[in-house]
Structures are given as structure tokens and as C-alpha cells.
């Protein structure tokens, strides 16, 4: 863990102002913690427009980012989640592959452990590939999806055999946990 605390010490300090102030508004705006830091925000970005030239002002404002950065990581969240984002694409069908989407089942378990395959296999085939894997696991609350990555944004799409309703449930579940999610599955290729 020290070495992690050392190597994100490094990456802020060898940033410029404006990549740490323009990343750590995205990570704010992603997780809904932006109300409550904007008009910090907008005080930074306003002292660094007019002070640009000044070393002292850049450095000071570099330091409160950082500082902030760093309650936030003390507080549990992982900002270098900040720069990725999910969009929910409709419902797609085989013909996702020639897209560029991949298949994912995915689970997210009734203590909040979310559970993950994918592959070239059928959604139906996933599945059960999953339930072999995780034969301890209740795995319930289950998505059939179409997933590729597009920048830095995660496109998931329903596949034909996940219900309307399960999918809205995964949108709905995705608004208070997207950092959540794309921590757990951000390996996907």
C-alpha cells in the first residue's frame, strides 16, 4: 500500500495544474460529489486563469488539488477511476460482434460483490461457465451484455436475452455505483 501512496504522490506532482484540476472535476462530476466541491472548483480554475503566470499561485493551487485528492483517497474512493465512464446503449443482438462488442455476464450479488465473465461463448453458455466458477456464490440479480470500450467510456448494451426490466435495474443500480462497477470490471480487454 506504501508504494501505491508513493507512486500517486509522484503522478500529481509531475502533472500539470490544469491535468489535475481537469481530472479531479471529472472524478467529482462522476461520483456525484461535485455540488460539494464546486465552488472550491470554480474559485481554482478562476485564481489560475488570472494568476496563470504567477509560479506561487500555480504551486498553491497544485497543492489544495492534491490535498483534496488526497482526503478523497483517505475517504476510500480511487481516483484514477475519474477518467472512465459507463453509457448504457440499448439492447443489441449478435450482430454486436461485427461493432466491435464483446459478450460479459454479470452479477451483482445481494452483499453488493459484483461477478464478472466474458468471452466468445453465447450469454447462456457464460452463465454457466459463471455458476461453475462460483458454485458458492448466489448469483441472482444477473446481466446478459454486449460490452466494448470506446476511449475511456465502458458501452454496455443488453443482449437479446436479458429482460428490459433487468436491464433498467443495472441503469438505476449504475447511477449511485459506476465507480464501483468499472473498479471491479475495468480489466476487462
Known sequence: MEIKKIINSLAENFSSVRVLLFDTENFLKNNQLWNEYESTFRELRKTLDTYKNSEESISEIKNRIVSIRKSLRLSGYDLKLGNLDINFCGF?????????????????????????????????DLYRFMQL?????????????????????????????????????????????????????????
Request: charged letters at 25%; proline letters at 4%; glycine letters at 4%.
Open 92 to 124: 443489441k443482438s449478435d450482430d454486436a460482434i461485427a461493432d466491435g462488442f464483446r459478450r460479459m455476464v454479470l452479477s451483482i450479488t445481494n452483499d453488493g460483490k459484483i461477478y464478472f465473465i466474458s468471452g466468445t461463448d453465447n450469454h447462456k
Open 133 to 189: 466458477k462460483y458454485p458458492a456464490v448466489d448469483l441472482n440479480d444477473t446481466h446478459s451484455l454486449w460490452y466494448r470500450w470506446r476511449n475511456n467510456t465502458l458501452q454496455l448494451c443488453g443482449s437479446d436475452s436479458e429482460p428490459p426490466d433487468n436491464y433498467e435495474h443495472l441503469i438505476k443500480y449504475s447511477l449511485n455505483n459506476k465507480n464501483f462497477i468499472l473498479k471491479k470490471i475495468k480489466s476487462l480487454p
